[in-house]
């Protein structure tokens, strides 16, 4: 044996050196071959992921592009008579602004084309051709049992006039929700018995909710109560700790370790961006969206996003981006669409949200052209539901542009007490009256199909829009009303048809009783939406009610066969 310990080649390996040197090339050529290997893996994982049925990448494409699967589809993509070719060109994002230039803009249909009128309700139906498939024969991937998973309940009525701000405190009417027995969960139970007790807010005198009997006792006799978190409660986070939840200062939760930004509470801005060194770290970039929640308006879909944003295989952009429903937006152009976006890891799904996009005909023709694979999500509730809660979102967006804020509870308990001044209503379309009643039934007691109001409630016809361009697989339609009863199976499903990690289990949601909706318990406890979401809303004739069910009844009943969804709303 020599010096170097090897007993063969003795001529090359004579010196400590020699070896040394052999040794470096073997790892070197060891190291490029797993990095070669694992980068496969990466690119058949995501194959995997995104090929299911109905998505149109194909195995060269998703190779070619690693990635930036999103943007580098736009390269692929030319439009020609009938369909898509795929075609290779070098200015990828500024090419595909010329398709906008091709389509009218979506905003003629709701603003009118040229005399300002909308198009009347035979007209809007008609606006696009049917698909081609019957409607029947389609089956979009939803088959949702979602009744059997424990805490479905009835609902009831119970007060909720404890709002004290604009965008809470409209109307001190009723409002439906979930009966206390069905609500509170084992998981609930569970998080109340540890937190100990719940502490009502003084400056309320409202009783104080120690137990869970404590707790059932107050929903069933209806009395309202508020809870304190408690100031000494802290959450482990790598982060400095800066001040506790429902306080106003934000929390920032460092616990995604492999997402572009940090987590806070669903009443700020729910995501805080890294900064440049430790974007450049983890490997973010802003790409175009995989998946978007398309509509519809008021249908859960703030909540929806709020919820998957804490999934760590989304990156969620917050801010509605309307870039497909603005002429101003599109003109800016591709790369500006992108800049839009939140930073993404290469694993994580893009995402964006804007219900507009469900609402103008136009707008599923220029997604495909410039994201033809995309995800979409569409979470739709009773559309008269929709339309009282769109009734009361103008009539406090009108106030907010009226510069009628601050008001009192006692003044906005009814807006029909306070004289909107002259040119305040903006939007003529929706025809916001003092009553919901007025704002949707006509001087001859017919229901105003052309207010915004009542068609952006007409479901089935903005599927079937998007369907002329998009496979039903491409599709995940979300019932609103069931989601608002219990969120879980709904992000269960989102999952799935993400095809992204089994992420969220039950004990991530609660029941809040004093919210009166489901909030989340983790990664952020006790993490509810802000008052602009859920707002009391004011009481409806019944008679209006029945109108409206009348009018809906037959795209309902149509609307139920094409997602294939068991809406109990829908007759
Ligand atoms: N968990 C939870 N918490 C609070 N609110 C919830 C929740 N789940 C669904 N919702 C319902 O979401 C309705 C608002 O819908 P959107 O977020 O789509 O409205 S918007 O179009 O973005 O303005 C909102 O409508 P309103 O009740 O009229 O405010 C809620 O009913």
């Known amino acids: 044996m020599d010096d170097t310990g090897s007993t063969t080649n003795k001529g090359f390996f004579r010196s400590r050196k020699r070896v040394f040197s052999f040794c470096l090339v073997v790892l070197a050529v060891s190291f490029s071959v797993i990095m070669l290997r694992g980068q496969n893996q990466t690119r058949m994982y995501k194959i995997h992921k995104w090929f299911d049925p109905g998505a149109r990448y194909e195995t060269s494409n998703v190779e070619d592009t690693g990635n930036d699967r999103a943007v580098q589809s736009l390269d692929k993509v030319s439009h020609s008579d009938g369909g898509y070719n795929m075609v290779r060109s070098d200015d990828r994002l500024d090419s595909m602004d010329d398709h906008f230039k091709a389509i009218p803009d979506p905003d003629l249909y709701l603003e009118g084309a040229s005399n300002g009128e909308a198009p009347s309700r035979e007209g809007a139906v008609n606006t696009e051709t049917e698909p081609s498939a019957p409607v029947s024969a389609l089956n979009l991937p939803i088959k949702q049992d979602l009744g059997t998973e424990g ?8 007060p909720r006039n404890k709002y004290n701000d604009l965008e809470g405190a409209l109307y001190p009417g009723t409002r439906q929700v979930p009966s206390i027995d069905g609500a509170i969960n084992t998981v609930t139970k569970l998080a109340i018995q540890r937190k100990g007790a719940l502490f009502a807010d003084s400056k309320q005198s409202m009783p104080v909710v120690e137990s869970i009997q404590d707790l059932q006792k107050m929903s069933t006799n209806r009395v309202p109560f508020r809870r304190k978190v408690s100031v000494a409660t802290r959450y ?60 519809v308006k008021k249908g859960g879909t703030t909540t929806l996003k709020n919820f ?26 591709m790369a500006y669409y992108r800049s839009r976006m939140i930073h993404s890891t290469p694993d994580q799904i893009s995402m964006e949200k804007t219900p507009a996009y469900s609402h103008y005909p136009k707008v599923p023709g220029m997604i495909k052209k410039v994201l033809p694979n995309i995800k979409l999500i569409i979470i739709m509730r009773d559309p008269v539901d929709r339309a009282v809660s769109d009734f009361v979102h103008m009539q406090v967006t009108i106030a907010k542009r009226c510069q009628m804020k601050p008001l009192t509870f006692t003044q906005t308990s009814m807006l029909r007490d306070i004289t909107i001044p002259e040119g305040c209503n903006y939007s003529t379309r929706y025809e916001i009256n003092h009553t919901f009643e007025e704002s949707v039934i006509d001087s001859t007691g017919r229901v105003k199909a052309d207010s915004q109001l009542i068609s952006k409630g007409i479901y089935v016809q903005e599927i079937q829009r998007y369907l002329k361009y998009f496979k039903p697989a491409q599709i995940l339609a979300i019932d609103g009303e069931t989601f608002i009863k219990d969120p879980y199976p709904a992000v269960k499903l989102v999952e799935q048809f993400l095809g992204i990690r089994d992420y969220f289990t039950r004990d991530h949601f609660y029941y809040d009783v004093q919210k009166g909706f489901f909030c989340m318990n983790k990664p952020i406890p006790q993490n509810c939406m802000s008052p602009a979401k859920g707002r009391p809303h004011p009481e409806v004739r019944e008679d209006t009610l029945q109108k409206l069910r009348d009018f809906y009844r037959p795209y309902n009943e149509k609307l139920r066969h094409l997602v294939n969804l068991d809406l109990h709303w829908s007759s």
């Open 151 to 158: 805490v479905m309940h009835d609902v009831k009525s119970v």
């Open 236 to 295: 482990q986070t790598t982060e400095s700790f800066i001040s506790p939840p429902g306080t106003t200062q934000a929390v920032y939760y460092d616990i995604c370790e492999r997402c572009c930004y940090r987590y806070t509470t669903i009443d700020h801005d729910i995501l805080k961006a890294l900064n440049e060194t430790e974007l450049k770290e983890r490997g973010c970039r802003q790409r175009l969206p995989d998946a978007m929640i398309f509509g």
């Open 308 to 333: 998957l944003s804490y999934h760590p295989d989304i990156a969620f952009t917050q801010k509605e981006l309307k870039f497909f429903t603005s002429p101003e937006e599109r003109a800016k152009g």
